[in-house]
């Protein structure tokens, strides 16, 4: 996982502390989210993160709890009208020394910069409305109005329940495991979400976004369901020369599963690549697993002395980085005598294995590697796939590479050579074919 920016803070002229974060390098681009948002929460979610990230390698980007979420001041006393958001934006700029910034302005994020716009006009450079509306009162019927607002009540007893039922109301057909979507349940207390609900369904931004002077993009899925893509589509009708993109897809938020498209279209705007470099992380996706671990450390460690033992550990630890940077794979964790790893590919997997039995030497290593996919949480993978491989790894000796069948095939014609080693029974999988490395 990417290390969390710094969280900063700046007070509002009415006293608020903002908590805000930076990071990347390039011009200004300050991220306005509305809703519930958590700095710290959100980013250990690898979706976020990477479509964040990649922003990041062209921008210095800002990103910021707006007041009673988050890191930011809780403690209101109900100062949460439309007015009072717009001003969050002022010490965040003043506190970074800028004039003008351009900003992206996500679902309720994008009525607050309309009123910040109209309050500070010389502040915008270029503006980017996604999934964005104008009038609350659209947004949903009365009768799903009553049911979110009903919804938000509950976060006075049950906040991670209604944190769940919220996420649905956001992305109702999304596919993925509740583990897949933010607890945000730490990140707002009840009084103020409930303000802030019954603002998103009475404010009015129309004439703020008459009056917007600013290259503007406007970009929406088709099928969005927490704002209806006609909303986003009158939005882009409202602003002057404002350009209006329709998506496919139904996610509200732009950073959901494969977010190519969408930093391709904000990067044409921008006149920066912003899709370049980006890899998509979805909740569940095919990848392969390596396990590696030093075999029986413990009677090791109690033979040689624990200073001996951690030099040996720190040696293992070292050359295992060295060969995953070195083949493209990616660390998930240390298990303290062991490692769990990642790869795109079995020939990528299966040449790091090799190569770190070469650099192991006298270092009793054994190594397993299974194909699947995995569950992807907090940048850590679970399931199946991920149990399979670790008890894989545990049927090796010292030096061996040990890989199960469907490893083994997806490996047929790159070169490698792989000897039966029988059937073996694998806790709680059952008996399964596996397979070790030949290498020199």
Known sequence: MGVAPPVRFALTEDEVS????????????????????????????????????????????????????????????????????????????????????TFLATCYGGPILARFATM????????????????????????????????????????????????????????????????????????????????????????DLLQLRAPTLVTHRRRAKAVPFELGRKVASLVPDATFVAQDGQNTNPW????????GLMGSFLGVPLAEGYQARTAVRPTVVLFSDIVESTSTNSRIGDADAHTVNRAFHA?????????????????????????????????????????????????????GEPVSEDDDLHGIVVSTAARVCAQGDAGEIIVSNVVRELATGKGFVFEPIGDRHLKGIGDVPLYKVAYI
């Open 319 to 371: 050359i295992s980085k060295e060969a995953l940077d070195a083949r493209g794979g990616h660390f998930i964790k240390s298990m303290g005598d062991g490692v769990m790893t990642e790869f795109p590919s079995v020939s990528q997997a299966i040449g790091c294995a090799i190569d770190m039995q070469h650099a192991f030497g006298d270092i009793p290593v054994r190594i397993g590697i299974n194909a």
């Open 120 to 207: 500070n006009p010389t502040a915008i450079d270029k503006v980017i409305f996604d999934c964005a509306f104008s009038r609350g009162e659209e947004l949903a019927t009365s009768e799903m109005r009553a049911s979110i607002l009903s919804t938000v009540r509950l976060l006075r007893s049950q906040p991670r329940a209604a944190i769940t039922l919220l996420n649905h109301f956001t992305n109702p057909n999304r596919n993925e495991p509740s583990t897949g979507v933010f607890d945000m349940s730490q990140g707002i207390d009840a009084d103020v979400a409930q303000s802030l609900y019954d603002l998103s369904f009475t404010l009015d931004v129309t004439k």
């Open 18 to 101: 903002i908590a805000y974060t930076v990071h990347g390098e390039g011009p200004p681009l300050i991220y306005v989210r509305g809703w519930i948002s958590h700095l710290d929460v959100q980013w250990r979610y690898p979706d976020y993160r990477l479509f964040m990230e990649a922003l990041g390698r062209h921008f210095t980007v800002i990103r910021y709890d707006m007041r009673g979420n988050g890191m930011s001041e809780r403690e209101v006393n109900n100062r949460v009208r439309l007015d009072d958001l717009a001003l969050d934006l002022f010490p965040v700029l003043e506190a970074n020394g800028l004039d003008r910034a």
């Open 256 to 263: 959901n599963d494969d977010a190519t498209d969408v930093l």
